[in-house]
């Protein structure tokens, strides 16, 4: 098989840069390793900046997110019980919406599939060869037979562990990692949200997050150790240790039930230099992790391929080289503006096992800037919403 874009991975970077190539006319294939199902089945976060909607919307599959999805004026802090509430609309502007990422996963599966777009589920063994010369190919295998696919270019949307990533050589790559020593536990149940807007929550005993999926469904974390199992965790426990993070009077309107799905997530920070090698270029979580605090992972996938769409549709178009020349360091630069404020949003409301008391008056000192300052504010709300030069 020949195709002009070979991308790797169906996860919401794939999938939007596979919508993007086919709406600027350029071939592509989706390679996935795992079923339709199981990318479905993983629960990640719901929040995104007014610029990835613009850019759903233009690929024509925003309509049920412009239905079922909440649009959000702003969230609200709690440190220790005492509540801020961040005002974005008034502050900066700009609003969220509050969609979840299995949703808009399931949108583009199913665009994709009106289009008959070709996408290769259950594929093994994926592999990518030669993107240093001028025959790049991606190798799988599926039910036991071989395939290979010639293409100009490989699309690394593979997430963290993914295959492309780890096939650059060593010395060619340079990755920057924090690593937390903390984990969320999160838990999805049929009950109405406990408030309108997200609650990000400090507390000695840890951050604790309320969001939501709609106005019936809700998601909330408790940060627990890196090592937690979640095995330890029956949802009553859940339920109590959540209450106990928040504001009493919140606490009192949190409905619960039995959880729907209940997992843990690490906390990493990750960027990995350069992003292109050759004809490889890698985006989304192949290319960088945030911790999911400023709500941040999702936006910057969906960033990084509008920039590798049309850096594309230059190539092919106007046959120049400056887009695919300038990918890495436009999406770094973005990269890096997220990553800081993710790590921020991170010091700011987590509990560390070794911050001691002087960490912890910093951290209040940080709540109370931007309870007293209207720039501090104004600060949070320019990058939780997208800041772009
Ligand atoms: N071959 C083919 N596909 C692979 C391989 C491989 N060797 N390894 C991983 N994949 C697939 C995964 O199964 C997954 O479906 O690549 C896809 C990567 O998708 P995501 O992990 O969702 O990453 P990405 O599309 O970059 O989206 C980033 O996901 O983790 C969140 O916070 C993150 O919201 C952000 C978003
Ligand atoms: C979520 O709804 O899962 C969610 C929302 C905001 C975050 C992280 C996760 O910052």
């Known amino acids: 098989m020949r195709t002009q874009v070979a991308i790797i991975g169906a996860g919401p970077a794939g999938l939007t840069l596979g919508r993007l190539l086919e709406r600027a006319g350029i071939d592509a294939v989706v390679i996935e390793q795992r079923s339709p199902e199981y990318v479905l089945g993983r629960i990640r976060a719901g929040v995104l900046e007014q610029s990835a909607v613009d850019v759903l919307r233009a690929i024509g599959v ?3 997110m412009d239905t079922e999805g909440l649009p959000h004026d702003g969230v609200e802090l709690s440190f220790d019980g005492d509540m801020l509430r961040i005002d974005f609309e008034e502050l900066v502007g700009r609003k969220v919406m509050v969609y979840g990422q299995t949703e808009v996963t399931r949108d583009l599966m199913d665009a994709r599939a009106e289009t008959g777009a070709v996408s290769i589920y259950e594929a093994e063994n994926v592999a990518a060869h030669d993107f240093d ?12 037979q071989s395939f290979e696919i010639a293409c100009d270019f490989i699309a690394g949307c593979d997430g963290f562990h993914g295959v492309t990533r780890a096939s650059v050589p060593k010395g060619a790559i340079h990755n920057f990692e924090r690593i937390y020593p903390l984990g969320w536990l999160g838990v999805l149940v049929d009950q109405p949200p406990v408030a309108p807007e997200l609650i990000y929550a400090h507390h000695a005993r840890g951050f604790a997050l309320c969001s939501m999926r ?3 469904r ?9 090592s937690e199992d979640v095995a330890n965790w029956s949802d009553d426990r859940f339920w109590d240790e959540l209450r106990a993070r928040l504001n009493p009077e919140i606490a009192e309107n949190l409905k619960t039930g039995p959880s729907i ?9 990750f960027v990995a230099e350069p992003l292109r090698f050759g004809s490889l270029f890698l985006a989304g979580d192949a290319a960088h992790i945030v911790p999911p605090t400023g709500a941040k992972g999702l936006n910057m996938a969906i960033h990084d391929v509008a920039v590798l769409a049309e850096a594309l549709t230059e190539h092919y178009g106007e046959k120049s080289k400056a887009g695919i020349d300038a990918y890495s360091a436009r999406v770094l ?3 890096w503006r997220a990553e800081r404020f993710s790590w921020w949003m991170t010091q700011l409301l987590h509990t560390f096992p070794d911050s001691g008391d002087f960490g912890r008056r910093i951290q209040r000192a940080d709540f109370d800037y931007l309870r007293a300052s209207r720039i501090a504010r ?10 772009k030069p």
């Open 214 to 216: 709609s106005e019936t």
């Open 333 to 335: 630069t973005n990269t």
């Open 218 to 226: 809700s998601r909330y974390y408790v940060q627990v150790s890196a």
């Open 62 to 64: 925003g309509a049920r």
């Open 133 to 144: 010369g001028a025959s790049p190919r991606v190798t799988y295998t599926k039910n036991g």
């Open 378 to 387: 104004q600060s949070l709300a320019e990058n939780y919403t997208g800041f």
């Open 261 to 269: 799905e209940k997992s843990i997530a690490p906390l990493r920070s």
